[in-house]
Nanobody, 124 residues
Framework: QVQLVETGGGLVQAGGSLKLSCSTT????????TAWFRQAPGKEREFVAA????????IYEVSVKDRFTISREGGKSTVYLQMNNLKPEETAVYYC?????????????????WGQGTQVTVSS
């Protein structure tokens, strides 16, 4: 079973930045896509960003595309989400997820493995 662990969440003021990390605890057997989702209290889990294994195919939710960057270190198992100019409404638990298929997608049900999440709180 693929296991994912998110780190880097915390408390930040509006306009601040955080960088989240997603580490895979076991060797990846297929070159699947990785994504970030978030879930705020009382809301459904929503798509944030995704990338393929190579990092050449990347998609973003429209509200974050000019402020967030998804990336990975070449040849490493860790995927990052750099978040700049954070807004209070982006307070949520942020989840890393991975699918066996190679293409990134916004569809939540396309992903196969999920981390337990890391809390991001953006204060006014």
């Amino acid at each position: 079973q693929v296991q994912l662990v998110e780190t880097g969440g915390g408390l930040v003021q509006a306009g601040g930045s955080l960088k989240l990390s997603c580490s895979t605890t076991v060797r990846t057997v297929t070159p699947g896509a990785t994504a970030w989702f978030r879930q705020a209290p009382g809301k459904e889990r929503e798509f944030v960003a995704a990338m393929d294994w190579s990092g050449r195919s990347i998609i973003y939710e429209v509200s974050v595309k000019d402020r967030f960057t998804i990336s990975r270190e070449g040849g490493k198992s860790t995927v990052y989400l750099q978040m700049n100019n954070l807004k209070p409404e982006e307070t949520a638990v942020y989840y890393c997820t991975r699918r066996n298929g190679p293409m990134p997608t916004m569809a939540r049900d396309a992903y196969d493995y999920w981390g337990q999440g890391t809390q991001v709180t953006v204060s006014s």
